[in-house]
């Protein structure tokens, strides 16, 4: 094409973009296609599937899991198999040096269970050393925010309580591929070029996850032969040998000659807990969440406050829906971060956190007008009287996962043990150093968690596995993710597809307060005259790229009993079945 031309096209274009600004300030509607959906946002139809379907951030770990279940294994093979390959093809957001949690549909008794599989601290460590050695808060970074990681011993819990398949044919396409290679995906080198930058200064990181120094780039081939080597011995001989074996201790004496507390000892007394799910009814749909030292309830916290509101009738993205969202986050994180820890330390009871009762008096704090600057943490003893991976599976016993994964900080604490192939979490970041609070620092205690699986059933039947990435974003998105379902009737995938709502700034678990309203994130596809309105009322509202999350599905049609399947679109991801 000449200059000419492609000047003469550029002046079509401005001339054309000024006719309809002319248009549109005179009154008349923007000339744009309708959208089959019928929505102003960019979606597609879901996936569906009769016998098995999964949803991962990455189409490998996708087929991997599906693989899994066509060569005879279930649901909870398939979705072991998935996090397997995550760690290994995204190691930006989880790997065996963190943590796990999981809810699981059992098909067989018609319950649901769930996994906490997160580590404790070191237990040679303290709250007075911290305070003795000038540290405000915990670092990010390093040797000191290292806690036990738990994924290993949750994929063994997992499997010996529901697996089929042995682990050596669950672990071993993971392990060819980080034999052979696979090709590095556009979202992830974006993050691994991040933290390649970020995480270059400690030990082990340069020479373990990157080439030469650098992050590999998009398409080309990543292999790592130490995680081969790693996972290799794990599917031979067991959880021991990473807890109470060679890997345990080579993972100890790195730490310990590196100015860290993590031992042997700590690894070898690790082990993980079976909980029950807690669950709220919104509308007629019971949607459960594991209770802390995750954030899960926190997002029925925000439905309970929501519930006697008619959100339907408000509208999808309406100016008073935008802005009943944001103030009943506030209440729910406020009370986050006075009472959310590990279960052992709360003074609260969660039962009553997640009561009606008790959402009834927070929700008469909103004030429909104007944004608060900051809400006082509630008070359930007055009713005592009464930065991550998300996967899930389904198989064609009707065996449904629901599985979070994550390091935390994207890839984590930059400590790489030598010749293992990981890098070790940094939940450690999130414990308080404020004395007395639930979630201070103690030896051999869980810290605040943020990352949350999910579940929905209906009448006492499965009927979707869901989850969203992304730190503090995690609950806000479960509960829009449930309000764009119910109120607002989307589909499967049009509800993750959907411009989404981030608030940041409220007060923190580690003990940090909000006192200036905070800041509100809108995703492209909100109306201008919903951001002017929000900016009206009170609401510092700023333009963000993300991260607004990372979301799959699985749906389990209630009447054909097939599945639907969505994946996120803002990143790597794939939903497919068979």
Known sequence: MSYRSRTRGALIGVRTLLVLICLIALGFPAMAADRVTGKAFATRSEVVAPEAMAATSHPLATQIALDTMRRGGNAIDAAIAANAALGLMEPTGNGIGGDLYAIVWDAKNEKLHGLNASGRSPRSLSLEWFRENGHESIPPFGPLPVSVPGTVDGWFELHGRFGQLPMTDILGP????????????????????????????????????????????????????????????????????????????????????????????????????????????????????????????????????????????????????????????????????????????????????????????????????????????????????????????????????SLIQSNYRGMGSGMTPPGLGFVLQDRGELFSLEPGHPNAFAPGKRPFHTIIPAFITKDGKPLISFGLMGGGMQPQGHAQIVMNLVDFGMGLQEAGDAPRIRH???????????????????????????????????????????????????????EFGTYFGASESRKDGQAAGF
């Open 174 to 401: 993971t392990i060819e591929y980080a034999r052979n290679g696979h090709p590095v995906h556009e979202t992830i080198q974006h993050y691994w070029s991040l933290s390649a930058d970020r995480l270059s200064k400690y030990p082990g990181f340069t020479e373990q996850m990157t080439i030469e120094g650098r992050a590999p780039e998009v398409g080309e081939m990543w292999k790592n032969p130490n995680l081969a080597n790693t996972l290799e011995r794990i599917a031979k001989e067991g959880r021991d040998v990473f807890y109470e074996g060679d890997i345990a201790r080579t993972i100890a004496d790195f730490m310990q000659s590196n100015g860290g507390f993590l031992s042997y000892e700590d690894l070898a007394a690790h082990e993980s807990d079976w909980v029950e799910p807690v669950s709220t009814n919104y509308r007629g749909y019971d949607v459960w969440e594991l209770p802390p030292n995750g954030q899960g309830i926190a997002a029925l916290q925000i439905l309970n406050i929501i519930e006697p509101y008619d959100v339907a009738s408000m509208g999808f993205g309406s100016p008073d829906y935008v802005h009943l969202f944001l103030e009943a986050k506030k209440l729910a994180f406020e009370d986050r971060a006075r009472f959310y820890a590990d279960r052992a330390f709360m003074d609260v009871s969660v039962e009553r956190l997640i009561s009606k009762e008790y959402a009834a008096g927070r929700s008469q704090l909103i004030d429909m007008r104007k944004a608060a600057r900051s809400y006082p943490h509630g008070d359930p003893a007055v009713l005592r009287e009464g930065d991550t991976i998300y996967l899930t599976t389904a198989d064609r016993e009707g065996n449904m996962v």
């Open 504 to 558: 940041s700034g409220s007060s923190e678990p580690t003990g940090e307060e909000m006192t200036d309203g905070g800041i509100v994130n809108l995703e492209t596809g909100f109306d201008y005259e919903t951001i002017r309105e929000l900016m009206g009322r009170g609401h510092r509202v700023q333009f963000s790229r993300g991260p607004f999350g990372g979301y799959q599905a699985i749906m389990k049609h209630p």
